[in-house]
């Protein structure tokens, strides 16, 4: 090991040191045992770290812990040979600081994934396990995909979700393993439509669900779709829309290609045509290019942008997603709802100006 790998080895190890001092108490507070632990922290550093704790079956019991190491794509080449050498390096500090057994750190690299790659299994040997988040339980995979079935910088907004979403009608699109209709569950929704082009993740999704003791198939359905067809063909109004779809996605599933960057206005407005009267439409991208423009949303629909709010405590990158609030009519200090594109105030002046123009036309 030469000398600027073993100082970035010591870097590394402090930063852990220090990151879950901090994080292990919050964890504990939220009822939750698998968060992020390092992001990028030290740019020379580019990694994503993640810890897991396995469900355990006597409450204050110690679960066995596993680590995710993700190495971003460097803005440059290096040899294969010397960033191998480095990724040992760093899981051994890694194992080190963390007391975690070296088999039970499995390293991934992350870059951007097209076509096939988007699906393709990393391996042949299989670790999936249960873990919790907010009392609620979730099946992961660390072994056979670069994503393992839990996104953990959604973590606000699916609570955000689960406390609002009682008595509730709640379609969730691009499901993925189904979290958010997980949380929607656990909140007393009236139903959950969870709708995925993928027939795996829906089936896992299924399960996530069962695992928390939601298995009516009239209340929760699954539905395997593309987003934008399932939307443009159903009649169903819902509560609350979820949609968090991929930046990018050129499934062989579909004759599309989705960009999310150019095709957000449309799905927007598929969107709020199946929202219902009070309804509210939670948008969620990790493009940082996305530009949000409210004026292209459908008449009579304001959003909000509440990414501040769904940005987890153990996320230093502020920058993970962006999310906004979509509705029917906005609020405002001075006026009141405004439905359908129009305030109070808007409709006083018209009636004013229809006075005025009788009255001139009786001048004249």
Known sequence: ???????????????????????????KRSNVNCFRL???????????????????????EIGTFYVQVALYKRPYEKDQIDENLWLEAMKNQIAFTLSVPQENIVIKTRQQQKGENQYEKLGDKKLEFIVKENGLRFLVNLSDYIDTGLFFDHRPLRKKVQQTAEKKSVLNLFCYTGAFSVYAASGKAKSV??????????????????????????????????????????????????????????SKKTETTLDINR??????????????????????????????????????????????????????????????????????????????????????????????????????
């Open 1 to 27: 090991m030469n000398n600027k790998t073993q100082y970035q080895c010591e870097l590394l190890g402090n930063r852990l040191s220090k990151r879950y001092k901090h994080l292990k108490k919050w964890a």
């Open 38 to 60: 390092y992001d990028k922290d030290i740019p020379e550093i580019p990694l994503a770290i993640d810890l897991y704790e396995t469900e355990t079956s006597m409450p204050g």
């Open 193 to 250: 439509t969870s709708v995925d082009l993928s027939k795996k993740y829906l089936d896992w999704a299924k399960n996530n669900l069962k695992l928390n003791g939601y298995s009516d198939e009239v209340k929760y359905q699954f539905v395997a779709s593309d987003v934008k067809t399932f939307l443009e063909n159903d009649k169903n109004q819902y509560d609350i829309i979820v949609l968090d779809p991929p930046t990018f996605s050129n």
């Open 263 to 364: 095709d957000w206005p449309e799905l927007v407005g598929l969107c709020c045509k199946r929202l219902s009267k009070n309804g509210i439409l939670y948008f969620s991208t990790n493009s940082r290019k996305i530009r949000f423009e409210e004026d292209k949303l459908p008449v009579g629909f304001s959003g909000k942008d509440i990414t501040d709010s769904t940005i987890p405590e153990d996320f230093r990158n502020m920058k993970i997603h962006q999310a906004w609030e979509i509705k029917s009519g906005e609020f405002s200090s001075d006026l009141k709802f405004v439905e359908k594109g129009k305030s109070q105030k808007v409709e006083e002046q018209e009636t004013q100006n229809t006075k005025t123009e009788k009255i001139q036309e009786i001048r004249y």
